[in-house]
Nanobody, 122 residues
Framework: QVQLVESGGGLVQAGGSLRLSCARS????????MGWYRQAPGKQRELVAT???????NYADSVKGRFTISRDNAKNTVYLQMNNLKPEDTAVYYC????????????????WGQGTQVTVSS
């Protein structure tokens, strides 16, 4: 069973920084990509950043130049460094893994963490 556990959220003033971590437990045959999504109250969940198995990254336009996604394969952990935070970054941040748990066949599965709250005060 694949489990994702996020940490690092909290309350920060505008302009500040936070680093989110997402640790994976359980085996996975193949990871297609890992990423961070966020959901603000009353809004749909949106993509923040993703990183593929070949370290190709993708960012939402709203966070480009401020957020950096990275991973440590030895620790089965993906990180999101968030700098110059803005009040509009306030949301619950979710870690996602897209991949194949056992057999690499058909469409990959999505696994989600429980979320971590990030609140940016003005």
């Amino acid at each position: 069973q694949v489990q994702l556990v996020e940490s690092g959220g909290g309350l920060v003033q505008a302009g500040g920084s936070l680093r989110l971590s997402c640790a994976r437990s359980g085996s996975i045959a193949m990871t297609v990509a890992m990423g961070w999504y966020r959901q603000a109250p009353g809004k749909q969940r949106e993509l923040v950043a993703t990183i593929t198995g070949t370290d190709s990254t993708n960012y939402a336009d709203s966070v480009k130049g401020r957020f950096t996604i990275s991973r440590d394969n030895a620790k089965n952990t993906v990180y999101l460094q968030m700098n110059n935070l803005k009040p509009e970054d306030t949301a619950v941040y979710y870690c996602n893994l897209r991949g194949y748990r056992t057999v690499v066949f058909g469409a990959p599965s999505d696994y989600w963490g429980q979320g971590t709250q990030v609140t940016v005060s003005s």
